[in-house]
C-alpha cells in the first residue's frame, strides 16, 4: 500500500488527469494560487522576475486546478503519522518533457557493432575512415576492429 500510494503522489508529474483522484482519496492538499501570489509579493522584484522567467504563470501550471471558479496549487502528500512525505518536482517544471535533471550526466549512446567510429590507425592504408562493423574494419586493414571478424 505505500509503494502504491508513493507511485500515486509521481503520477500528476507525467500523466495528465491525476489530481482529482488524488484530492478525493487524501493523498493531496489544495493551496489557494491566491495565497501563493501573497507569499510571492513579500519577494524581492529580481526574485519574482526570476521565477516568472522559469516557471510561467502560476494559474497555467500542471498541478493547478479550479474549484468553485478559483484557481488551486494542488500538492501531492502521503500522511504516514508524523511523516509527510511529498514527491520532488521534475526540474522542468512539469515531468512531460523527460529532461533530465541538470546533476547527472549523460551516458554515452552504447556501443553496438553497427555504430560508427572513426580509426586513426598508423598501420591503416587510410589513416581516417569509417568501421562501421568489425567488417568493415577488417576489409579497410584495421587491426583494432577487425580482431573481431576473423
Known amino acids: 500500500m505505500l509503494i502504491n500510494n508513493l507511485q500515486r503522489l509521481l503520477a500528476p508529474f507525467y500523466r495528465d488527469g491525476q489530481l482529482p483522484s488524488l484530492l478525493r482519496d487524501g493523498l493531496a492538499e489544495k493551496l489557494p494560487v491566491a495565497t501563493y501570489r501573497q507569499w510571492?509579493?513579500?519577494?524581492?522584484?529580481?526574485?519574482r522576475r526570476e521565477l516568472q522567467e522559469r516557471w510561467g504563470e502560476p494559474e497555467k501550471?500542471?498541478?493547478?486546478?479550479?474549484?468553485?471558479?478559483?484557481?488551486?496549487?494542488?500538492?501531492?502528500?502521503?500522511?504516514?503519522?508524523?511523516?509527510?512525505?511529498?514527491?520532488?518536482?521534475?526540474?522542468?517544471?512539469?515531468?512531460?518533457?523527460?529532461k533530465r535533471p541538470s546533476t547527472t550526466r549523460p551516458r554515452p549512446p552504447p556501443r553496438t557493432t553497427t555504430s560508427?567510429?572513426?580509426?586513426?590507425?598508423a598501420s591503416s592504408s587510410r589513416p581516417t575512415h569509417w568501421c562501421i562493423t568489425a567488417r568493415t574494419a577488417h576489409r579497410n586493414g584495421c587491426p583494432a576492429r577487425s580482431a573481431a571478424w576473423r
Open 116 to 121: 560508427p567510429s572513426i580509426c586513426g590507425c
Open 40 to 47: 510571492l509579493a513579500k519577494l524581492p522584484e529580481g526574485v
Open 61 to 98: 501550471s500542471a498541478m493547478v486546478i479550479r474549484n468553485d471558479g478559483a484557481p488551486y496549487f494542488v500538492i501531492p502528500r502521503f500522511a504516514a503519522g508524523k511523516v509527510i512525505f511529498t514527491p520532488q518536482a521534475p526540474r522542468d517544471g512539469n515531468g512531460k518533457t523527460r
